[in-house]
């Protein structure tokens, strides 16, 4: 069965400094891989996503994340944050049929000044 | 601008009754899914369609109903018989066909609670 496991429920960083959010999944064939952001009271929005091509991928406001077929992650960084980042962080993960995606139970940021 | 528009925003219910809550999209998407989001468990799958008159269960599909008479709309029913009906409910569409990793996009949200 598909699943995303989302490791770290809370981080906490200093503005400026970088940053790393897990992301493993468990999918049997080539998944199609996203991130989402999430801020309080809002619907989602689409960071980056993967399918196939390059495995580091770029995405809006500065982040990327990194497909590794072996570890089966896809881990989200940004070399410097901003106060603006802090917000909810979603993986999933969706079948090659497209039907349905699976979520991750989030990574909560907290940035610091 | 093309997008997703759920409404109200904020939903009260009272026990023993049905609501309905509204999600409209003009992005000329043909599939339309229905989450439910609580605090620490992520998104929960209610119910999605691929097509107009068709739909199928998600996760968690028990004390909801939905309907697709129109391609731009997807209601969800909260019923009585759903419980604990108090969460955050998303709304999403998403392109079938074209690349195959077409993502999905999100309204803004319901938030419901009982009364």
């Known amino acids: 069965a598909q699943s995303v496991t989302q490791p770290d429920i809370h981080i906490t960083v200093s503005e400026g400094a970088s940053l790393e959010l897990r992301c493993n999944y468990s999918?049997?064939?080539?998944?199609?891989l996203f991130w989402y952001v999430q801020s309080p009271g809002q619907g989602l929005q689409l960071l980056l996503k993967y399918f196939s091509g390059d495995t580091l991928v770029q995405g809006i406001k500065g982040f990327e994340a990194e497909f590794k077929r072996s570890q089966s992650s896809f881990n989200l960084r940004k070399p410097s944050v901003h106060w603006s980042d802090a917000a909810e962080y979603f993986c999933?993960?969706?079948?090659?049929?497209?039907?349905?995606?699976?979520f991750g139970t989030g990574t909560s940021l907290t940035v610091i000044p | 601008d093309g997008g997703i528009t759920q409404s109200p925003k904020y939903l009260f219910r009272k026990e023993g009754q049905n609501v309905t809550l509204s999600c409209e999209q003009n992005l000329n998407h043909d599939a339309m899914y229905w989450y439910r989001q609580d605090p620490g468990q992520g998104l929960r799958l209610i119910y999605y369609?691929?097509?107009?008159?068709?739909?199928q269960k998600g996760d968690i599909a028990e004390g909801y109903s939905v309907s697709r008479e129109k391609k731009e709309s997807f209601p969800l029913t909260v019923t009585s018989a759903q419980k604990n009906p108090t969460a955050f409910y998303l709304c999403a569409s998403r392109r079938q066909g074209g690349e195959a990793n077409q993502p999905q996009h999100f309204g803004d949200g319901t938030r419901l609670s009982i009364l």
């Open positions: 999918y049997g064939a080539t998944p199609y």
């Open positions: 369609s691929q097509i107009v008159n068709d739909f």
């Open positions: 999933a993960v969706g079948q090659n049929t497209g039907n349905q995606f699976y």
